[in-house]
């Protein structure tokens, strides 16, 4: 039996993809037969430039190959991003094309590494699994400026109907998916395992609120980019608190220039920015924080998404401030009771949330239970190596030459 993991991003590279894929792994390699093997192909740390920590060009943990692709260096940009996914797209081609595979798993959120897992699949006639972490087309509508999407979302449909129709299962990171997908997709089967609390955040937490500084802190740790549209709310949402509240923005990505110039532009002094950190260190900026703040643009597309930062926050148990819609704040509602919502891009609404919230830490071990990223991990590992058994035994029986009656 043999899996190959197609992932961009992959320890010790920061992002959503990177943690869920390296949890998927701990869960599934135990479950592996001893002649069974695991080959990830991802890359070297390119999520934040100004964090990009080497690591092994190839390295073995037991059943486990991991070969990291090196890219041209970059920033956020969609330029600089669509030529580094190219290096990723044609190397994989290279490296996979004298393999035999079961099983192609392919976790996406800009929806070409699902493409590329499609055509490898394709290629070595092997069963596919695609983990959706986004509707990149459904974005890109709103993201792209009008004399870009009419050109541009034709062909990006055409593709993920490709990635799409070509899978035997999907997964969806948010139920809010679910009415998009099988309405263009309605004979296809999908799971929902959301990204889920990773084991770094389940660390016993204070019990009292925090009381070593004057004023509180609200925390935003993250990507900064057009998703997140941090510029355009955080600036008037800092100049309204400035009586009370100080701001820490960790994080990096294509928008954090305008975010700079807007702090400016507003003259806002209670706003610090610092570069990403690593993951061990920014656990106890979290546990110092008094609230975690989360944000998403007002964008239709972002109505059905599920943030992940959502549960490494919920995990921590501080007060959570959230500027969401749709799906996100109706979970947020149901299932985080020590958060504040406001509408996206509202530093009015925002403040008067920000306000309104209880500084006191809670304890959430009926979240985390319900939403440990091992368990979620757990589950969709049984589902891949259930898939890869019926691809393995059908792949023997071929080459016996036998049939079933």
């Given at each position: 039996?043999?899996?190959?993991?197609?992932?961009?991003?992959?320890?010790?590279?920061?992002?959503?993809?990177?943690?869920?894929?390296?949890?998927?792994?701990?869960?599934?390699?135990?479950?592996?037969?001893?002649?069974?093997?695991?080959?990830?192909?991802?890359?070297?740390?390119?999520?934040?430039?100004?964090?990009?920590?080497?690591?092994?060009?190839?390295?073995?943990n037991g059943n486990v190959r991991i070969r990291r692709i090196m890219l041209p260096s970059h920033k956020s940009g969609m330029r600089d991003q669509a030529k580094a996914f190219s290096v990723f797209f044609y190397r994989v081609l290279?490296?996979?094309?004298?393999?035999?595979?079961?099983?192609?798993?392919?976790?996406?959120?800009?929806?070409?590494?699902?493409?590329?897992?499609?055509?490898?699949?394709?290629?070595?006639?092997?069963?596919?699994?695609?983990?959706?972490?986004?509707?990149?087309?459904?974005?890109?509508?709103?993201?792209?400026?009008?004399?870009?999407?009419?050109?541009?979302?034709?062909?990006?449909?055409?593709?993920?109907?490709?990635?799409?129709?070509?899978a035997d299962r999907i997964n969806l990171v948010?139920?809010?998916?679910?009415?998009?997908?099988?309405?263009?997709?309605?004979?296809?089967?999908?799971?929902?395992?959301?990204?889920?609390?990773?084991?770094?955040?389940?660390?016993?937490?204070?019990?009292?609120?925090?009381?070593?500084?004057?004023?509180?802190l609200v925390l935003y740790a993250g990507n900064i980019g057009e998703g997140q549209g941090l510029h355009l709310v955080l600036p008037k949402l800092a100049q309204r608190c400035a009586d009370r509240f100080d701001f820490l923005v960790i994080g990096a990505g294509g928008r954090r220039a305008a975010l700079e110039a807007e702090l400016a532009k507003a003259k806002v002094s209670n706003v610090l920015l610092r570069d990403p950190v690593q993951r061990n260190d920014?656990?106890?900026?979290?546990?110092?924080?008094?609230?975690?703040?989360?944000?998403?643009?007002?964008?239709?597309?972002?109505?059905?998404?599920?943030?992940?930062?959502?549960?490494?926050?919920?995990?921590?148990?501080?007060?959570?401030?959230?500027?969401?819609?749709?799906?996100?704040?109706?979970?947020?509602?149901?299932?985080?009771?020590?958060?504040g919502v406001f509408a996206p891009c509202d530093a009015n609404a925002g403040e008067n949330a920000l306000r309104g919230l209880s500084l006191e830490t809670k304890q959430c071990s009926v979240f985390i239970k319900k939403y440990c990223r091992a368990n979620t991990m757990d589950r969709l590992a049984d589902i891949l190596m259930s898939m890869a058994r019926e691809s393995s035994r059908g792949c023997n029986l071929l080459k016996s030459g036998k049939t079933h009656d």
């Open positions: 039996m043999k899996i190959l993991i197609l992932s961009f991003y992959y320890p010790p590279d920061l992002s959503a993809g990177s943690f869920r894929t390296a949890s998927l792994i701990e869960r599934l390699s135990p479950k592996l037969p001893k002649d069974a093997t695991v080959d990830i192909i991802t890359t070297q740390p390119n999520r934040y430039h100004a964090l990009t920590d080497a690591a092994p060009k190839e390295e073995c290279e490296m996979t094309a004298a393999q035999r595979y079961d099983l192609v798993y392919g976790t996406s959120s800009r929806l070409f590494t699902a493409v590329l897992a499609a055509v490898v699949a394709r290629r070595v006639s092997a069963r596919l699994y695609l983990d959706i972490r986004d509707i990149f087309v459904d974005t890109m509508k709103d993201v792209l400026p009008a004399h870009l999407a009419r050109p541009s979302l034709p062909f990006l449909s055409a593709i993920e109907r490709f990635a799409i129709n070509r948010s139920a809010g998916f679910l009415p998009w997908y099988q309405q263009r997709y309605p004979n296809k089967v999908f799971d929902v395992h959301p990204n889920g609390i990773d084991d770094a955040f389940l660390l016993p937490m204070p019990t009292a609120p925090t009381q070593h500084r004057e004023r509180p920014l656990i106890p900026l979290y546990q110092s924080a008094d609230v975690l703040f989360l944000h998403l643009n007002a964008y239709d597309a972002f109505l059905k998404v599920l943030p992940s930062k959502l549960f490494e926050y919920a995990a921590i148990g501080k007060p959570i401030l959230a500027g969401v819609a749709g799906y996100a704040a109706e979970f947020i509602r149901t299932e985080i009771p020590h958060a």
